[in-house]
């Protein structure tokens, strides 16, 4: 199974920026793609981005679009969010999760780290 533990998350204005983290450990070589989720007070958990390990392919939900760049490094196991002129609506809980080369679903969670954006 693969450890996961997010950081980077604060207080910040409105158009401000943050850059979140994800270190992975454990069974990382089994990871086929690394996502960021996140949970505002009162609503579902919805998908951010994601990228793919091989080749590095990035996925975005369309509210982030333009404004979120994920990356990757593989020498440190670690995921980045970079979020750029933020928005109250990005408040929430952000987490990142994993999935498995042998599962469809993301079965690995982190802690969460909480996101603050005042206006």
């Known amino acids: 199974q693969v450890q996961l533990v997010e950081s980077g998350g604060g207080l910040v204005q409105a158009g401000g920026s943050l850059r979140l983290s994800c270190v992975g450990s454990g069974r990382t070589s089994s990871t086929y793609a690394t996502g960021w989720f996140r949970q505002a007070p009162g609503k579902e958990r919805e998908f951010v981005a994601s990228?793919?390990?091989?080749?590095?392919?990035?996925s975005y939900a369309g509210p982030v679009k333009g404004r979120f760049t994920i990356s990757r490094d593989n020498a440190k196991n670690t995921v980045y969010l970079q979020m750029n002129s933020l928005k109250p609506e990005d408040t929430a809980v952000y987490y990142c999760?994993?999935?498995?080369?042998?599962?469809?679903?993301?079965?690995?969670w982190g802690q969460g780290t909480q996101v603050t954006v005042s206006s």
């Open positions: 990228i793919i390990w091989s080749g590095g392919s990035t």
């Open positions: 999760a994993t999935v498995s080369r042998a599962k469809y679903v993301y079965d690995s």
